[in-house]
């Protein structure tokens, strides 16, 4: 069975400023996909950037940006300029190639932003 | 396009009793994912449904249970509430695939006294 790791429960950032969350993953299969996950106080999670394992170049959504390293399982998240906004729980999660259609998810890192 | 809406938003129940949940995917969405989310466990996959079948099943006892319809809208049960029952339910719809991107909605927060 596929894990996800978030060693970081807790992060903060000054506004304006670059944070990186971390997130590690077990898994034995060659293709499969990594997503950020955002959930805002407010509760509703939304996807903030996927990577195909089997793309090599890092995906990138605006300020959000990943370093993928697959050999090392890491699937870290960078986000530049960092605003108020992007105070949230920020979910790691794995979805299998084998069609499982089943995210795993890490237990998430909370980002607060300081003004 | 409306997006995924759950009933009920909040629900308290108590032990022994029996709740449904209901997720309403986004339009032209076919498969619906539930979720349950605890500060202990996190996020854990309960089920998944597609065109009203089962396609893949999480570790929970068979107290929860789900269903879904022909227009796609999907239920989830849990019978015989327990205390550790309680936790935010989540449900996530997408076009079916097998990358599809999933989209959650606000979610059921049950309380179970």
């Known amino acids: 069975a596929q894990t996800v790791t978030q060693s970081q429960p807790e992060m903060s950032v000054q506004e304006a400023e670059t944070v990186t969350l971390s997130c590690t993953y077990d898994?034995?299969?060659?293709?499969?996909?990594l997503f950020w996950y955002k959930q805002p106080p407010s509760r509703q999670m939304i996807l903030v950037i996927r990577q195909e394992a089997y793309k090599q170049q890092n995906a990138t959504e605006n300020r959000f940006s990943v370093n993928f390293q697959k050999a090392a399982k890491s699937f870290s998240l960078k986000i530049s300029d960092s605003q108020l906004g992007d105070a949230a729980m920020y979910f790691c999660?794995?979805?299998?190639?084998?069609?499982?259609?089943?995210?795993?998810f890490g237990k998430g890192t909370k980002l607060s932003v300081i003004p | 396009k409306a997006g995924v809406t759950q009933t009920p938003r909040y629900l308290i129940k108590t032990r022994g009793q029996q709740v449904t949940l209901s997720c309403s995917p986004i339009s032209g969405h076919r498969s619906v994912s539930w979720y349950q989310q605890t500060p202990g466990q996190g996020l854990q996959f309960l089920f998944e449904?597609?065109?009203?079948?089962?396609?893949n099943k999480g570790n929970f006892p068979g107290r929860f249970s789900g269903r879904q319809f022909s227009n796609s809208r999907s239920e989830m049960n849990v019978s015989t509430l327990e205390l550790g029952d309680s936790a935010l339910y989540l449900c996530?719809?997408?076009?079916?695939?097998?990358?599809?991107?999933?989209?959650f909605g606000p979610g059921t927060r049950l309380t179970v006294l």
């Open positions: 449904y597609f065109s009203e079948t089962q396609r």
């Open positions: 999660a794995y979805l299998s190639g084998a069609g499982s259609y089943q995210l795993t």
């Open positions: 996530a719809t997408s076009l079916g695939g097998p990358y599809n991107e999933q989209f």
């Open positions: 898994t034995s299969e060659s293709d499969y996909y």
